[in-house]
């Protein structure tokens, strides 16, 4: 650790040094500045002032457009460049590692050439105003350019590239993708203590350590998830040809990332404001090319594809790029924290007001519940096509809510999934017709109304997204890709072994139909899926529509939708969440990548205490005690997916994979989870998280805004934590 303080004593002294027109500064800890101290230097080394807020200033160096942003009040700051040069690097590195954009450029079919603003030559007319600088940027060479917006905010900085402003004039060179500020907060090595925000699955953190060249790659996800209207790179991993053995990476389901310095006690959040449906989050810690942590997000205006030249499978292709670049503004909000608001929490915890202030998320009734999901009716192969396989009927429903309600297991949230006539994957669905195995419309319709008046709430499922071919005439208004080949997707079942993606127009007909028909007999609740978490560019009649023409339909069809209903969601994006009165099917952990150091909650952190959030389903969950704990730790509600039957009626069927659901062997289950959890979250009832804090490897405290604290021990021996103990797998609540 004797390098480090040096390090840090080295950089301070030197920061003294350039700060000119300062008054001398007394030193403190962890490198920050004594606030009486902290007057506006004319420059911090070659970066001149250019504006303030409330809280920070902003210094910006011409030739790159590089900045600093310093807190007024402590004097830390962070830095969108890289001060420090190991000469390792050569001048394309170099380029990426201070330029306030980066571009990949198209030049014929290749998509790898670089352009920044160190190594090319760039015509930059700069304005400045009271906020900060507005460059006009171009590229003589190449002949596009654009205009980069940089304002100082109350919070902290915004950078915008507005859509108007992009140009290219040239026939050979075209715009791929747009980095901006791909450096900002970076650190070389190990010379800051801290950590990368990742928006992996519900959150992830990447220490500022030294990776020691440890890793190959980073994080990079694509935010709202992949793209399948473009050939995709990932290769299935088969075993027999059959079943999939690796489980999929968790999407990134909200445009964040965030870089935290907690010895300097200085952070930020990202909040990609706009171009985030075509846009990377890049998450990359030392030694994967170069010895610099960094986070960033990555536009794309291009993308590349193949477009096979004949129908013929075995034929040629070519390799192309989109003839039109997509029409977006690109922005990034840098929100910044500081002191003991510089972490995680204090990320969530900016996160969850910038998204109440914007009106992105509603409050709604979170009072708990245990979600009990039935499966009506499945299909099996048959002589003939297909034949049933019923798994829970309304009856069979009813009879478990009495049984239920014999052990007090009142408070109930259910989706009743293959309830309509066909069975689960019997789609699209577009009329309240209910399959007569399970009792039919008119006995669903009572039980629906009967639930509601004891307080159950029943959820009636649909997947908008899916066109089952095998059931459904699937010739018009389905997904072609880019390069105008049909979308298939592979099951890998035995019985409907493809299914199609609907347009976001069929889809959102459809829906309207299904809604109007439910209304007829007064039920009006509705879960959702696929068009929750899925967005994709597609080709139809000839015409190409990207990821934000997706979103935009789809976020009208919610809107329309829950106008008219009660509507819970399935693992939405972040902007569907004002649209949705619960988060369905939260997912507890990360895809587990080795260059993650940690998981943290941060998905449940921001939601917890505005709309209510239940976990994936417990039934396929190996270590349960430990995903107890998880449910515990981030607030989350259970999740059960339940059948009358025995699941081995499934094997033959396309839910094969749900391979333990029978409710006798869940029933004490639910009954001990409901008691636990109703008591516990009684406690915390209304409040969000206020802070998360890893105490030691596999201990973590969890504090409510209302005061409770909750100490969660994954690990095999008992802990001490203050004066009191906490037992092994196990948890304490303090009032």
Known sequence: MAHKKIAKIITSLAVSALMVGCIPTARLPFGLVSVSSVTAAESIGNHSYVAESTRYRLYMNEEDLS?????????????????????????????????????????????????????????????????????????????????????????????????????????????????????????????????????????????????????????????????????????????????????????????VFGIAHTDDEIAYLAVVEEGEARANIECIPNGVSVDYNRAFAKFTLRKTYTQPTSNNSTAGSLHIFESERSHSDLKVRYIFLSGEMANYSGMANAYREYLVTNGLLNGSDTSYKTRIDFLGTERESWVLGTTPVVMTTVDDIKEIYSDLEEENVTDILTVYKGWQSGGLYSLPISSYSVA??????????????????????????????????DVKNATFNVVKKINKRKFELTTYKDVYERFLYLIPSRSDLLLSRLVKSMGQKDTDRLALAGITNTLFSYNYNGNNYTRFDTQSSYKNTMESVKEKTDLVMEQPFAYLWADTDAFLDMPLYTSSYIFEDESIPFMSMVLKGSIPVYAEYVNFEANKQEFFLKMIESGSYPSFYITKESSAELIYTNSSDIYSSEYSSYKSTICEYDMELKEFNEKVSGAYIEAHEILENGVVKVTYSNGVEVIVNYTSNDVTIGDKAVGAMSYRVEN
Do not use: C, H
Not at 446 to 458: A, Q, R
């Open 67 to 255: 900045l600093i942003v310093e807190d007024k009040e402590t004097g830390a700051y962070m830095e969108s460049y890289t001060s420090y040069d190991d000469g390792k690097n050569n001048d394309s590195w170099l380029g990426a590692m201070k330029s306030a954009v980066v571009i990949t450029m198209i030049n014929g079919n290749d998509d790898t050439q670089q352009a920044d603003l160190l190594n090319d030559a760039v015509n930059k007319d700069i304005t400045y105003s009271d906020k900060g600088f507005e460059a006009k940027l171009y590229w003589t060479k190449y002949k596009f350019g654009m205009t980069l917006q940089v304002e100082i905010t109350d919070e902290g900085v915004t950078a915008n590239i507005p859509d108007e402003s992009i140009r290219e004039d040239g026939n050979n060179y075209f715009i791929g993708t747009v980095s901006i500020y791909p450096y900002m907060g970076n650190s070389y090595l190990d010379q800051k203590e801290g950590y990368i925000f990742v928006p992996d699955g519900n959150g992830a953190l990447i220490y500022l350590n030294d990776k020691e060249g440890r890793f190959k790659s980073g994080f990079s996800g694509m935010i709202y998830g992949s793209d399948v209207g473009f050939d995709e790179l990932d290769v299935t991993t088969l075993l027999k040809d059959r079943y999939n053995t690796i489980s999929d990476a968790e999407k990134v389901m909200a445009p």
């Open 436 to 469: 007569s195995q399970v009792g039919g419309k008119g006995k669903l319709t009572n039980l629906l109304k009967e639930s509601e008046e004891k307080g159950i709430d029943i959820y009636l499922y649909d997947n908008a997204l899916l066109i089952n071919p």
